[in-house]
């Protein structure tokens, strides 16, 4: 599970058996979870994120879109 980027109390990060599904990031602060994809920007699942926080994480996550999806290629497609 590599850590990919860290912004205030949230940690985003890829699983290994990823490759196979279109590139997201998946993004977690204490025992809440949610996944978006990349190309759009969009929430796919949360766990435990209420409606304003997951906005929030979803503007963090388009800010550092093409941070995160080089990091997708260079992970999975190097």
């Known amino acids: ?3 990919v980027l860290r912004v ?3 940690r985003f990060f890829f699983y290994a058996g990823d490759r196979p599904e279109p ?6 602060r204490d025992a809440d979870q949610a996944k978006f994809w990349l190309d ?4 796919e699942t949360s766990g435990g994120f209420r409606g304003p926080e ?5 503007a963090l996550v388009a800010e550092h879109r093409d941070h995160l999806r080089r ?3 260079e992970y999975f497609l190097d």
């Open 54 to 58: 997951l906005a929030r994480i979803a």
């Open 71 to 73: 990091a997708w290629d």
């Open 8 to 10: 205030g109390p949230y």
């Open 23 to 28: 590139p997201h990031v998946h993004v977690e």
């Open 1 to 3: 599970m590599p850590t």
């Open 40 to 43: 759009p920007v969009r929430l």
